[in-house]
């Protein structure tokens, strides 16, 4: 008798226990890379499993999709890009995974900000990275070559949107709408983590205007070895330079980069940094070149791995600006 009851107690709880651990099942996201990770990590807390395809300190501009990328999008609930031509890759991996889902681009109602024609060194860069493509762009598939294409000749589109805040707070609304169409259960708990990032998100950017406030307009010009934060520039008055263009696939040339170096030492610029995605033997040749020193490191496409000091978007954009003034100031 007592061990019938015991046995039925038992079923009981392991029933229970199913039914629970069922209904907890995350919603799986893909994510392309770490930093749309972390804002759908907060905008989905503990309702959605995130996966991110580029990781941390990772480059997605060259970003080689493997087969085990193929798997966890084919396995996904939702997919979660930055459009704007950022990842060439990603419509050839959808395709091979066979993925048939929604697939939200948090960029859409960005104003995306044209390249820019006025900076020679840029120019060049740019002229150079064209014939790269071209010679380079025949070994590829033609989806592959298009999207590179798109990115750098035609559309000519910066797709680093994520370096401001007013277009981060796009990203994240955008996540949580797709959320909800998704996962509409959960619809209100996404509801009250957006609010609850919109509002730190908005903090951020009372900080970050208050610390470009104190920097005169002639000292706000800065260094990055690719053109990675036009959207923060626009924002907040920088002039940025950036000897690779927007794309980390291409090189400066000869020429661009002795103006680049002439203006360096003409215009007086100290803020001078590297990038946690890419090489930083070009920005260290140009600082030594026109004899000023590299600032530190500024995380421009990828955020840092956990026990780094930009391991969330917030942290990222934080330690950014910080160096970014510090250097300013001198
Ligand atoms: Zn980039």
Do not use: C
């Not at 990590?41 to 990781?55: C, M």
């Not at 080689?64 to 979660?80: G, M």
């Not at 150079?128 to 590829?140: L, P, S, T, Y």
């Amino acid at each position: 008798m007592m061990q019938g009851r015991l046995m039925a107690a038992m079923l009981l709880a392991v029933v229970l226990w199913g039914g629970s651990a069922l209904a907890a099942t995350p919603l799986k996201v893909v994510t392309s890379f770490s930093i749309l990770g972390d804002m759908v990590a907060n905008v989905g807390g503990d309702k959605i499993e995130v996966i991110t395809l580029v990781g941390p300190d990772g480059d997605a501009h060259v970003y080689e999709p493997s087969p085990a990328d193929a798997k966890k999008v084919s396995s996904a609930n939702l997919v979660v890009v930055n459009g704007l031509g950022f990842e060439g890759w990603l419509e050839r991996l959808v395709k091979a995974s066979g993925y048939k889902g929604k697939i939200v681009v948090v960029s859409e109602g960005v104003k995306p900000r044209a390249m820019g024609k006025a900076d020679h060194a840029e120019e060049e860069a740019k002229g150079h990275a064209k014939e790269h493509h071209d010679a380079k762009g025949h070994d590829h598939e033609h989806g592959y070559n298009d999207a590179h294409h798109n990115s750098h000749d035609h559309g000519d589109v910066d797709p680093h949107a994520w370096q401001s805040l007013t277009n981060a707070k796009i990203y994240v609304k955008n996540i949580a709408k797709a959320l909800a169409e998704v996962d509409p259960a959960n619809a209100s708990a996404y509801q009250q983590a957006e609010d609850a990032y919109l509002g730190e998100l908005e903090a951020l950017d009372t900080w970050a205007k208050a610390q470009f406030a104190q920097i005169p307009e002639q000292k706000r010009r800065m260094i990055t070895s690719h053109d990675a934060f036009g959207y923060l520039g626009e924002t907040y008055g920088l002039q940025i330079l950036a000897p690779m263009g927007v794309s980390t696939a291409s090189e400066p040339s000869a020429g661009g980069l002795k103006k680049l170096i002439e203006q360096i030492n003409r215009e007086n610029v100290t803020a001078v940094f590297v990038e946690n995605i890419s090489d930083p033997r070009l920005i260290e040749q140009i600082a030594k070149e026109s004899k000023v020193r590299v600032e530190g490191e500024l995380y421009s496409d990828a955020l840092s791995s956990k026990d780094g000091s930009a391991p969330t978007y917030i942290s990222m954009f934080r330690s950014n600006v910080g160096k970014i003034i510090a250097a300013m100031k001198q």
